[in-house]
C-alpha cells in the first residue's frame, strides 16, 4: 500500500545498546512526525519535521534521542545507550504539508523493548 | 501535568446502543480537538474533529460535543458496531502546533 510503513515492526535490545528506527512516509508528504506510546500513556511527541526547515526538537526527553529525515523522505530515530523506560511504542506520521497538520496519517509503530 | 485527560481507560457497550467517550482539557488555548481510532498492531486514524467556534460536528454514526466552558469534549457513537471496538483517543491543539494526546479509551462493543 502507500500508507506509512516503520520498521522493524519489533525490536527488543539491551540496555545500553543503540537502536535506529525507521519510518518511510507517504511519498509526496513534507511534514513527518514521531511520537512514542508508553504502557497506558498518550501519544507523546517527540520530534517534528516540516520541509528542508530545522525541526521541531521540543519533544525530545534526552539527549541521547535524535532523528534525522534524508532527502526530505525517509526518517530514522536514534536512541543510544538505551535504557528501559526507552520501552514504548514508537509512531510515525506524516502529513502533506504542516498546515494538514490535523490531517495525520500514522504508520503501524516499532514495539521498543528494551530488557 | 496531563493537560487532555481520559478518565476512563476502558468502555464496554452492547452493540446497537450508544458509546460515549469522554474527554477533559485543562488549556484554555486549545482551539481545536480531535479524535482518533486505534486498531491494535496499526497505527491511530483520524476520526473525526471540531473547532472551538463549534460546539458539535456530525460524521455519520461520529458526533463531538465541545462544552468550552466545561473544558469537556465527548465522542458519541450511535448506533456502536463490534467493528467500533478500537482504543480512541482525544487530542487538542492550539492553532496549528503539534497536539496533546490523552490517554486513550478502550472501546468494546459486544455482539
Known amino acids: 500500500g502507500a500508507g506509512v510503513s516503520q520498521s522493524p515492526s519489533n525490536k527488543v535490545t539491551e540496555k545500553g545498546k543503540d537502536v535506529e528506527l525507521r519510518c518511510d512516509p507517504i511519498s509526496g508528504h513534507t511534514a513527518l512526525y514521531w511520537y512514542r506510546q508508553s504502557l497506558g500513556q498518550g501519544l507523546e511527541f517527540l520530534i517534528y519535521f516540516q520541509g528542508n526547515s530545522a525541526p521541531d526538537k521540543s519533544g525530545l526527553p534526552s539527549d541521547r534521542f535524535s532523528a534525522e529525515r534524508t532527502g526530505g523522505s525517509v526518517s530514522t530515530l536514534t536512541i543510544q545507550r538505551t535504557q528501559q523506560e526507552d520501552s514504548a511504542v514508537y509512531l510515525c506520521a506524516s502529513s502533506l504539508t504542516w498546515t494538514s497538520l490535523y490531517e495525520q496519517y500514522f504508520g503501524p509503530g516499532t514495539r521498543l523493548t528494551v530488557t | 501535568d496531563q493537560q487532555v485527560k481520559q478518565n476512563s481507560p476502558s468502555l464496554s457497550v452492547q452493540e446497537g446502543r450508544i458509546s460515549i467517550l469522554n474527554c477533559d482539557y485543562t488549556n484554555s488555548m486549545f482551539d481545536y480537538f480531535l479524535w482518533y481510532k486505534k486498531y491494535p498492531a496499526e497505527g491511530p486514524t483520524f476520526l473525526i474533529s471540531?473547532?472551538?467556534?463549534?460546539d458539535k460536528n456530525e460524521d455519520g454514526r461520529f458526533t463531538v460535543f465541545l462544552n468550552k466552558s466545561a473544558k469537556h469534549l465527548s465522542l458519541h457513537i450511535v448506533p456502536s458496531q463490534p467493528g467500533d471496538s478500537a482504543v480512541y483517543f482525544c487530542a487538542a491543539s492550539t492553532g496549528s502546533y503539534i497536539p496533546t494526546f490523552g490517554r486513550g479509551t478502550s472501546l468494546i462493543v459486544h455482539p
Open positions: 471540531i473547532s472551538s467556534i463549534k
